[in-house]
């Protein structure tokens, strides 16, 4: 881990990646129901926006990184997560647009798209760090930084579970009232849904800015490891 520096990226890259969706993820719920007041199918709807660009944009992510490549990709995604959050909370600080729930679906697809692009190709990482730990010290430990690769994860994910209960405390969540909440904390609650986690994807594009394994390098990479082992 200390003389790996992809390792290091993308580590924090993935600790920054699962906090970043457990925060999201968890507040969803308290968005639409004290937010928008919405209804169970509408809740169900917005969750489930947040599946199915992976059935839609998962399969162009080889003929994407040919066109933009590995790191633009990253920037483009991570930024259309980014917008995609902005409108969220645009759409919920404006009264005649926070009625129109069709534009909150928008929003939401347009966040999850970026997101699940993103959080998606991070995984294909894992080889090429792999590779270049093998590459550099001439030990191929894909068990041990598959292993790290797990804690990283938890601890976004702990990361990840903990902001939620500590911003609505903050903001005076009233657990028992089902109904409504007062406006600092459904100001709370649009923090928790769009403001955090965009602030954790820009630092999410600075960290992964540091990566510096292109393909044409990960290619050399692994010509010399075949050579080596001849």
Not at 87 to 111: D, G, N, T
Not at 202 to 226: G, Q, T, V, W
Request: proline fraction near 3%; hydrophobic fraction near 55%.
């Amino acid at each position: 881990f200390v003389h790996n520096k992809p390792l290091r990226v993308l580590a924090f890259f993935f600790i920054t990646a699962f906090a970043m969706m457990a925060i999201g993820n968890s507040a969803g719920a308290y968005y639409i129901n004290y937010n928008l007041h919405g209804s169970a199918a509408q809740l169900s709807i917005f969750m489930g926006l947040g599946s199915i660009p992976a059935f839609i944009f998962m399969p162009m992510i080889p003929s994407i990184k040919r066109a933009v490549g590995k790191k633009g990709m990253f920037y483009i995604f991570l930024t259309v997560a980014i917008v995609g959050m902005t409108m969220l909370y645009v759409i919920s600080m404006v009264e005649s647009l926070r009625s129109q729930m069709w534009l909150v679906y928008v929003a939401q697809f347009i966040k999850s798209t970026g997101v699940i692009v993103a959080t998606g190709y991070m995984w294909a990482l894992v080889p090429e760090v792999i590779s270049f730990g093998e590459y550099t010290h001439g030990c191929r430990i894909a068990g041990i930084v598959n292993a790290l690769t797990g804690i990283f994860y938890k601890a976004g994910m702990a990361l990840g579970g903990v902001v939620p209960g500590l911003v609505l405390a903050f903001v005076g969540f009233d657990q028992t009232n089902e109904v409504s909440q007062t406006a600092f904390t459904q100001q709370g609650i649009l923090w928790l849904v769009a403001v955090i986690p965009a602030m954790l994807l820009l630092l999410a594009m600075f960290i992964i800015s540091r990566y510096d394994l292109s393909d044409e390098k990960i290619e050399e990479i692994n010509r010399e490891i075949e050579r080596r082992n001849k």
